[in-house]
């Protein structure tokens, strides 16, 4: 059974326990003109169901919100070891210098456990990564150049993941997401050029 549809139930049950309570107290109140404090029985009565009522519902949506933020909290704790271990993976590869087989079949397979956690627009830039990589990983080595290019789409990859992660936060600093890919972009950049061998230093400024 959905929840939405116990939910439905629920209601209906305290529809009619609602009504019906109210039809008996009714009755109840005007029979009892007669009997001294009676009535003021009845309307203490009244009140401390209806008091009774309005705590349980609240309690219920205070229950369910909770759950609802742990889960979030759970998944938000998945994603992000997913992530770490991604970019963990790619950092020891780049660090060796080499692309063995063993290091494609743990790309493979990190690309399953993203699907399980990642936005689209993540698998999408993931996509693009893998492109770059495989390609400049074909000869199974990786040259300073072809580092670069992994590098930049690396830095594509982690501002998707960042806006993922913490974009809601960005925005209510009153940071955009532009600005942050454009930080990003520079510091990539400005790595980039730090690296011995590295074709940025060659550029014209």
Do not use: C, W
């Amino acid at each position: 059974m959905t929840a939405s549809r116990q939910n439905l139930i629920s209601l209906i049950l305290l529809a009619v326990n609602v009504i019906g309570g109210y039809a008996f107290l009714r009755f109840a109140y005007g029979v009892s003109d007669h009997f001294p404090f009676t009535q003021e029985i009845i309307l203490i009565v009244l009140g401390t169901v209806a008091t009774i009522l309005i705590t349980s519902m609240l309690l219920n949506k205070q229950t369910e919100v909770e759950i609802q933020k742990e889960q979030r909290l759970r998944f938000l704790t998945l994603k992000s070891s997913v992530y770490t271990d991604l970019l963990t993976h790619i950092e020891s590869v780049l660090l060796s210098g080499t692309a063995t087989r063993e290091d494609a079949v743990g790309l493979q397979f990190l690309s399953h456990r993203l699907t399980l956690v990642a936005s689209p627009a993540i698998l999408a830039e993931f996509e693009n990564f893998l492109t770059v990589f495989f390609r400049a990983a074909s000869d199974s080595s990786i040259a300073p150049g072809d580092s670069e290019q992994i590098h930049r789409a690396l830095a594509e990859l982690t501002i998707r993941i960042r806006q993922d992660l913490v974009g809601d936060q960005d925005e209510l600093a009153g940071v955009s997401a532009a600005q942050i890919g454009s930080l990003v972009r520079d510091n990539a950049e400005a790595a980039l050029a730090e690296m011995p061998g590295s074709s940025s230093k060659n550029e014209p400024e």
